[in-house]
């Protein structure tokens, strides 16, 4: 047997908790045991929770799946999340699509749309933010694009662009917008909380957006 937490082998026996024999690891001062009765103490829970995310998997299937319970995998979703560095873009001069695709989170009165930004060769997700289709909103996810001095910026024909983006980069017509478009229907089929009228998720915004960022960079 290896410490649980560092591989090393330099452990003694430690202690008893409900009849379990536990150990003390002198390399990383740690405590473990040999095997848990909770299951999300494995190590490779989180590993597992952030891949169901990305294959559709609905919160109450990834718990059933793993054996462990509803909240453990909520709430490990936005610790993941925490920990995840969003990659920094740094080339110059590219061409980047903006698309909006509407949402359900929140009143049901309210339309909600997630805005995001790709790169059209990379399709690397530069940006995104989740809300109402507002100036505020919109200008949160330019504003990223413009700081890499892009080349063109392509949208929909949504009034709001031309007041943000500079007239000499922006382009929007028909067919412009292709590849985020194909993007958006990867997102509906690839995350349970997009695809429409189903009753497997909270409508909770913390939740929606840690589970984006998991989908986008994790
Ligand atoms: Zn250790």
Not at 115 to 121: G, L, P, R, S
Not at 148 to 172: S, V, W
Request: hydrophobic fraction near 30%.
């Amino acid at each position: 047997m290896e410490c649980k937490k560092c591989n090393s082998k330099n452990y003694i026996k430690k202690g008893l908790r409900d009849n379990k024999q536990r150990f003390y690891c002198k390399n990383c001062q740690r405590y473990f045991q040999s095997d848990y009765t909770y299951q999300a103490y494995k190590s490779e829970t989180n590993k597992f929770i952030s891949t169901l995310l990305k294959e559709s998997c609905g919160v109450r299937s990834i718990a059933r799946i793993l054996n462990i319970s509803n909240k453990t995998v909520l709430s490990r979703m936005l610790k993941i999340s925490k920990q995840i560095k969003i990659p920094y873009f740094n080339k110059f001069g590219c061409k980047f699509e903006v698309d909006e695709i509407f949402i359900r989170i929140g009143n049901k009165d309210v339309r909600n749309y997630l805005t995001y930004a790709i790169e059209q060769n990379t399709k690397n997700v530069i940006s995104f933010t989740v809300g109402s289709r507002n100036t505020e909103n919109l200008r949160f996810v330019i504003d990223k694009i413009l700081l890499l001095h892009p080349k063109r910026i392509y949208t929909d024909k949504l009034n709001i662009y031309p007041t943000i983006i500079p007239k000499e980069i922006h382009k929007r017509f028909q067919y412009c917008t292709n590849r985020i478009e194909r993007m958006n229907l990867n997102l509906r089929t690839h995350i349970k909380r997009l695809s429409r009228k189903t009753i497997c998720f909270t409508r909770n915004q913390k939740y929606l957006e840690a589970h984006l960022k998991i989908y986008f960079w994790g």
